[in-house]
């Protein structure tokens, strides 16, 4: 699905990635996992196209990307959302919902029925949909920018530290949404960010660690037994923060 290899950045002089090379199979979940500072955040922008790689090759199926503008990397069906959620304050929530699509130029049909699928995986979403985006807290808006990047993420989600700051509730919220939408959307990877491991417990399926820049070997999950239908969030994410 997505192929890095040998990915270098240099930041004002800085190596900031050193030959970051890995691999993410369709359909899975992986988490990436890191100090602050590590480069996880700068291993999501060098995707996007944010900030240029200075060495090696980003490859989605057999498109390569490293020749392709920012603006056009969503239209390959990569969704992206930054850890401080960068909402239009101006617009609604839906309509922050929408824009992607819009820019893409997607026919509306597309981007309503997409939006329906958001609504499904991610109820609050529905319920908030005519409120201004300035209002809503910080909790809600990573639920918005979660549920703004899979409008236009068919194919490859990015999720940069999505449960920071969030109050416990809401955090397993949000984990019981990401394991509803693997359930849902099969064929849809997924690379989350974070700097505690405990918090991806039971979502991803293979660990990616990366230091200094560095990323070693993806580590699969352990097999575990799912937890039957009805025993609750997926995710203890309160018991991970106490």
Known sequence: MLRLENVDVHIEGVHVLRAVSFALRPGATTALIG??????TTTLRAIMGLVPTTGGSIVLGETPLDDLKPHQRPGLGIGYAPEDRR???GFNVE???LLPMQVAGRPVEAGTQRLRSIYEVLPEL???RARPAASVSGGQGKMVALGRALMI?????LLDEPFQGLAPAL?????AALQRLSELERDLTLLITESN?????????ATLTIERGEVAEAEPR???VPPARGSGSPVDIAASTR
Request: zero cysteines.
């Open 171 to 175: 955090a397993n919220r949000y984990a």
């Open 95 to 97: 309509d922050n919902l």
């Open 153 to 157: 993420g068919t194919r490859l989600v």
């Open 126 to 128: 529905a319920e908030l």
């Open 197 to 205: 491991p405990a918090l991806l417990k039971g979502l991803a399926e």
């Open 87 to 89: 909402l239009f304050a």
């Open 35 to 40: 100090r602050n500072g590590a480069g996880k």
């Open 222 to 224: 352990a097999p575990s």
